[in-house]
């Protein structure tokens, strides 16, 4: 078994081969110093407000409804019940019977008969009420927009979901990633792809495609600071790789990429994906940087969060006191870069016991301890929107408060976030003190007791566990190929 080492149409230059359905195009829409960031830890794996619950069922046909494929050269089966006899005109006969005619379905379509029937569930359990048991956990509460329709599609998703990884492609550039690191999240969730009961190795049983790119790994082995065009080689590089996946394969000219998916934690991963328009316009694509601005769209692309895993585990992470222990109540420290940060400290830093911002702490002071101690976690935006200090307010029973702007929270179609967090603009910051001093006491232990109830989606485990982050970032992958319907496919 593999072994995580630091976790312990259109081909765009050639022609993907085989007859296929006509095509019809679909309708969707940095940080280089960060580096430093990830250099202790280059330890690889050692071994080769939009919500799809509702839309899904919006495109559901009935179980009993057989897709119908307008394709050219169709096969047909044809049966007829008897051989045609002239009749006699003595005899009195019957209107002749029609002959039935069987269609050989392929494999394609059985597959979106499936998808079609996990639709009808997922609907059923939102518009009923009816909720099915479930010995691990039973999703519940204000923090779900709807928890019987995330469930009834979470269970759908581990009956039916199968995901074909490539092989293609070498060390450390394809099929690695960092386990340590503010990017640990894209060689942790390589990792577990690849050795996860989701995976089929037949490609004609997959639902999407995985691309085991590391955007971070092309950053830290091919980007050249010293170049003009450092773009170039980075972004060529995922142009090569698609060349030959989709020349080798028909499946990424099948749907113009729509059924792939690619995941980067790094802050460039959205400027490297526009190396390829389809991968930019088509493809799920899963971010931590989930920048509006930047063109990520809510309804195809998937957020997902930036975990900091100083060790590699969640180790010595988790729990905190209970609220009335928590002395502080906001902190925040960390580095002057950005756009909101300076404001942040501009108003704040040093200046107010009880809004603890800091640049640096003071020596011996724990920055985990200080979180532990706080009842808000100050998350500003630095260079991009996506930080870890969201997930480090979560870990540590500290209710996180979002200063960013063009943000979509991680796994914001499922989960309602202003149920567990606070949401404060960032021309507000002036006023952080005042919005946070009038949340009363009974409101904030609802809003603590919500973020440890959801802390379950944000924890990154060794062996995966139902509901952690690995098997949310799929359900999240799988609600966008529930709506999402394949080029050349048309359902009467």
Known sequence: MKICSSCSGKN?????GGERPELVAVAVNGGADREEAILEDYSFNSSNSFSPLTAEADQEFQENQKPIITQKNETFNISLEKPHELPSLNET?????????KKKFTNLEKLEVKLGKARAAIKEAAMSGNQTDDSDYVPSGPMYWNAKAFHRSYLEMEKEFKVFVYEEGEQPIFHNGPCKSIYAME???IYQMETSKFRTRDPEKAHVFFLPISVTSIVHFIYD?????HWNPMKQTVTDYINLVSGKYPYWNRSLGADHFMLACHDWGPEISKAVPELFKNSIRALCNANTSEGFKPSKDVS???ILLPGGTMNGLIGGPSPSRRSILAFFAGGLHGPIRPI?????????????????LPKGVSYYGMLRNSKFCLCPSGYEVA???MVEALYTGCVP???????????????????FSVEVPVDRIPDLKKILAGISTRQYIRLQRRGKQVRRHFEVNMIPQRYDVFHMILHSVWLRRLNMGLHGLEYL
């Open 401 to 419: 408060v979002l200063l960013k702007d063009h943000y979509v929270p991680p796994f914001s179609d499922v989960l309602n976030w202003k149920s």
């Open 387 to 389: 930080s870890p200090r």
């Open 187 to 189: 060689g942790n969730f």
């Open 12 to 16: 765009i230059s050639g022609d993907g």
């Open 93 to 101: 006969h019957a209107l002749p019977i029609e002959p039935k005619i």
């Open 344 to 360: 942040l400290l501009e108003h704040w830093e040093n200046k107010d016991d009880d809004i603890q911002v800091h640049r640096y």
């Open 304 to 306: 997902f969060p930036e």
């Open 225 to 229: 600071r010293n170049s003009r065009e």
